[in-house]
């Protein structure tokens, strides 16, 4: 089934003929927006397009006041497309209300917001939801070819950061890293195979996995272990005591307590690979813990992505000390890989 065939899915009966009969199919949708009284936008091909008023086509948002602003969205549809989803269980998603989204059958997340529930200073819940998110999650089989050559040195492969704004690719990036480090991949420039490692996976939002009962539904390699649903820094420290990975992969690390469990992965002797928020590596150096991991040499490369023609586009990958190994758009590389 297409992503985006299961993506509909999930909407309510309503939602769910519309969306089908506007030709969803034919859209690499990136993001669904549901705003209560705002019009069904997707994200799709580099533009914001809308649904039409009737229902049966997707109009090219250009930004300029319109008449006929397409199919406004109701209270009464963020309420269904919600219960929907959760199979009429909300309840069971409390935790991750708490943190702002769902995440559903097939790795796909719905952001939420609304009006926030505090209790002693802190997110309790969330009531009264009036904006959906609904990001379409795309597995991209060989997205890490070009990179992967730089992310090894004298056969071996380095702990590698994957800088990235969001929305730019740096889950599907890291999913495809994870899945060629953990099968081997072929060294065409070399002709030679590289040997898969053992990677243990700590999914906190089901997003790398896409995880159902405990099973993986996206391919992550055929020596890789999943925890899912399970915080990155105790989830870190249990796959070491009890998985004995080579590699470690998380996604968007940031807090202290993540920091320190990679830290404690890395003295270990885990090579780690990770992604973080951030436009560049001198962005993630002002950031104060960071900047004490990258001193430490912690990470040996880092890769930044950015959004061109499309998201998920390397700009450049650079080694421990900031030096160039490759660059988007350059006559030539840089640097070779080396062994």
């Not at 030679?192 to 996206?218: F, I, M």
Request: charge should be neutral.
């Amino acid at each position: 089934m297409d992503q985006m065939e299961q993506v509909v899915k999930i909407f309510p009966r309503k939602l769910r003929m519309m969306l089908g009969g506007a030709g969803t199919e034919h859209f690499q949708a990136e993001e669904l927006r549901l705003r209560t009284g705002q019009p069904l936008l997707m994200k799709a091909e580099g533009e914001e397009w809308y649904l039409g008023a009737d229902g049966t086509r997707w109009e090219k948002d250009g930004g300029r006041e319109r008449s006929a602003p397409g199919y406004l969205v109701t209270a009464e549809d963020i309420r269904e497309t919600l219960e929907y989803m959760s199979r009429y269980s909300l309840y069971a998603f409390d935790s991750e209300l708490r943190q702002g989204f769902l995440t559903i059958q097939g790795g796909h997340r719905v952001g939420v917001a609304g009006q926030a529930v505090l209790e002693g200073g802190k997110v309790k819940t969330l009531q009264n939801i009036s904006f959906l998110n609904v990001r379409v999650a795309r597995e991209v089989p060989g997205c890490a070819d070009k990179i992967l050559p730089y992310i090894y040195e004298k056969g071996r492969v380095c702990s590698a950061l994957v800088i990235s704004p969001p929305g730019c690719g740096k889950t599907t990036l890291l999913r495809d890293m994870i899945r060629q480090v953990s099968d081997g991949w072929q060294d065409k420039e070399r002709g030679r195979l590289v040997k898969g490692l053992t990677v243990g996976v700590v999914d906190e939002r089901s997003e790398l996995g896409a995880c159902c009962q405990g099973r993986p539904q996206n391919d992550l390699g055929r020596r890789t272990d999943v925890l899912d649903g399970c915080p990155k820094a105790e989830g870190i420290m249990m796959l070491i005591r009890s998985m004995a990975p080579q590699v470690v992969a998380v996604d968007e690390v940031g807090s202290p307590e993540d920091l320190e469990a990679i830290r404690y992965g890395k003295n270990c002797g885990c090579k780690l690979l990770a992604t973080v928020h951030g436009c560049s590596l001198e962005d993630i150096r002002k950031k104060p813990v960071f900047k004490e991991l990258m001193a430490e040499g912690l990470f040996q490369r880092s890769v930044v992505l950015e959004s061109r023609e499309r998201p998920g586009q390397v700009r450049e990958v650079l080694d421990g000390d900031g030096r160039c190994l490759w660059r988007y758009g350059q006559g030539q590389d840089a640097a070779r890989p080396t062994g």
